[in-house]
């Protein structure tokens, strides 16, 4: 016996990623509603071996369903999701609308699983910002045995982190590069993204710092433990899939950097590759449909007296979002439903 489970934004990219990502994994599914807007209706979307017709948001019945997996933005998350939990549906909700709310959930199954029986407050669970959910799948085993104090990081963000629009607007520029006659100026980012990096994701806060490095430095205080020190600066680069981090981490105790890479490597969701030789990391082209959370240039910082470096890549889509929401109802069906 199966689930009853719907994706919301079915026809954007991370609810495509969700789709498929269920499929891959074999997630025991009785029966699956494709939901977009209206203007959306009828859309065909592939799920494994099966295509099914997308339904509309607005008038779906989420009465019987067993877990809805959202993405869809907060606007919309805002009106549908309370109607989806009230129904008694599960809702995993991709958007930042419930992340901060201390009665929800936000989850990373291999960092913080048994925070998820908290879904009860209001039937629903958060899924946190891609940026976040593999750094703190890197931190997580190394916490566990140093303690960390503080965290540095510095992102490189693909494009496809703000969606379709993202995703046109760097292939557009690419190519406008190369005939002259083309003019892409900016849309959906604040400069031109082609052949450039922008240090600017979201909006400014007061204190100069932009909203995605506050979402990083909240969210891993929530998911991971609070009395970590985080700061963080996260830039816009030109690729079209997959999130890397450089992250500096300062431990309570001594952590050697051999030691390091052997707890990494047996960690869950995560995947070492890390030779002292050219070629010998990941970069995010090679993390591209796969599930894993990659680590390399893993070395002692010298500067300070418990400080290791490293270098976290994964594709923003999965794990950084459908793959995180997927799992999260793994979780959900092993721990609470178990039906399948």
């Known amino acids: 016996m199966g689930y009853k489970v719907v994706v919301a934004g079915a026809t954007g990219n991370v609810g495509r990623e969700m789709l498929n990502i269920l499929a891959e994994r074999e997630f025991p599914v009785d029966e699956i509603a494709a939901l977009a807007s209206r203007k959306s209706l009828g859309t065909e979307i592939s799920f494994g071996d099966k295509t099914v017709k997308t339904k509309d948001l607005d008038t779906f019945d989420f009465t019987g369903w067993d877990i809805a997996l959202f993405a869809v933005g907060s606007e919309a998350t805002k009106i549908y ?30 960092v913080n699983a048994d925070a998820i029986m908290g879904y009860k407050n209001k039937n629903i669970i958060a899924n946190p910002n891609c940026s976040t959910a593999q750094m703190v799948v890197a931190l997580k085993p190394l916490h566990d045995r140093a303690r960390i104090k503080r965290v540095v990081v510095s992102t490189y963000q693909s494009v496809s982190g703000a969606g379709k629009e993202g995703v046109d607007e760097l292939w557009d520029q690419t190519k406008a590069i190369y005939n002259p006659t083309d003019n892409v100026p900016p849309r959906k980012f604040s400069k031109q993204i082609a052949f450039n990096v922008i240090p600017h994701i979201d909006v400014f806060l007061d204190d100069g710092s932009t909203k995605e490095e506050w979402k990083m430095v909240a969210e891993t205080k929530k998911i991971l433990d609070p009395k970590i020190k985080v700061t963080a600066t996260c830039v816009r680069v030109p690729v079209f899939v997959g ?26 969701g995560i995947m070492v590759i890390d030779k002292r030789e050219a070629g010998g990391y990941i970069t995010p082209i090679e993390c591209v449909g796969d599930y894993a959370t990659y680590i390399s240039r893993i070395r002692q ?3 300070i007296d418990n ?9 923003n889509l999965r794990k950084g979002a459908a793959l995180n929401a997927v799992q999260i109802a793994e979780l959900l069906g092993n721990r609470v439903l178990k039906k399948g």
Request: proline share 7%; glycine share 2%; hydrophobic share 40%.
């Open 243 to 268: 999130h890397s981090e450089s992250i500096n981490i300062e431990f309570e105790d001594f952590l050697d950097e051999h030691e390091a890479r052997d707890i990494l490597r047996e960690a869950p």
């Open 81 to 110: 999701a309370p109607k989806a939990a009230a129904a008694g549906c599960i809702v995993i909700d991709n958007s930042s609308l419930y992340r901060y709310d201390p009665a929800v959930p936000l989850i990373v199954p291999e």
């Open 301 to 303: 910082d010298s500067t």
């Open 307 to 315: 400080g290791i470096n490293l270098w976290c890549v994964s594709d």
